[in-house]
T-cell receptor, first 109, second 113 residues
Framework: GQNIDQPTEMTATEGAIVQINCTYQ??????LFWYQQHAGEAPTFLSY??LDGLEEKGRFSSFLSRSKGYSYLLLKELQMKDSASYLC??????????WGAGTKLIIKP | DGGITQSPKYLFRKEGQNVTLSCEQN?????MYWYRQDPGQGLRLIYY???????QKGDIAEGYSVSREKKESFPLTVTSAQKNPTAFYLC????????????FGNGTRLTVT
């Protein structure tokens, strides 16, 4: 079956770095998305990886290893506003998204 | 500014009543989607539409219905047949079915008692 696994909750300190991992099993693969969702709000797009390697966008970076079925989102210089849920979603061969349950990130001062 | 508007933000209904959730976009996107979000679970696809006057069932379509009479609009009706309708409903759009990012509305939280 198709599945996305990510940790339920993580805690980090303001100013630090945190890595949120995601493992995926999809029928075929057309890329891996990361979204940020603040409580009660809409998810917003952060990144898309379809080739192996690291994509950097400011304080946020996303990594993909297709051979390992693994991705991570790296957040640097954490700010209080980064407290949110981070959703990992894999796209299968039919361009359907398979969503993880999300990782709730708590930032402490 | 372009975006997706969902209304209302909060909706309360009695069991046995149908209710329609509104979703409008002015992004000129062809594809629109309805997802349901429950605590501890990933987003689950209810229905999607890639073109006007056409739509397909997602993974959990039972008890829901949609229409796509205009490109901008994709309303979702939660019928009395939906056994557990209380949830957070998210509408989204994208440029097409290929690997393009989804743009989400702010959601409607439906409570049925």
């Amino acid at each position: 079956g198709q599945n996305i696994d990510q940790p339920t909750e993580m805690t980090a300190t303001e100013g630090a770095i945190v890595q949120i991992n995601c493992t995926y099993q999809t029928s075929g693969f057309n890329g891996l998305f990361w979204y940020q969702q603040h409580a009660g709000e809409a998810p917003t797009f952060l990144s898309y990886n379809v080739l192996d390697g690291l994509e950097e966008k400011g304080r946020f970076s996303s990594f993909l290893s297709r051979s390992k079925g693994y991705s991570y989102l790296l957040l640097k210089e954490l700010q209080m506003k980064d407290s949110a849920s981070y959703l990992c979603a894999g796209m299968d061969s039919n361009y359907q998204l398979i969503w993880g349950a999300g990782t709730k990130l708590i930032i402490k001062p | 500014d372009g975006g997706i508007t969902q209304s209302p933000k909060y909706l309360f209904r009695k069991e046995g009543q149908n209710v329609t959730l509104s979703c409008e976009q002015n992004l000129n996107h062809d594809a629109m989607y309805w997802y349901r979000q429950d605590p501890g679970q990933g987003l689950r696809l209810i229905y999607y539409s890639q073109i006007v006057n056409d739509f397909q069932k997602g993974d959990i379509a039972e008890g829901y219905s949609v229409s796509r009479e205009k490109k901008e609009s994709f309303p979702l009706t939660v019928t009395s047949a939906q056994k557990n309708p209380t949830a957070f409903y998210l509408c989204a759009s994208s440029t097409g079915p290929e690997a393009s990012p989804l743009h989400f509305g702010n959601g409607t939280r439906l409570t049925v008692t």
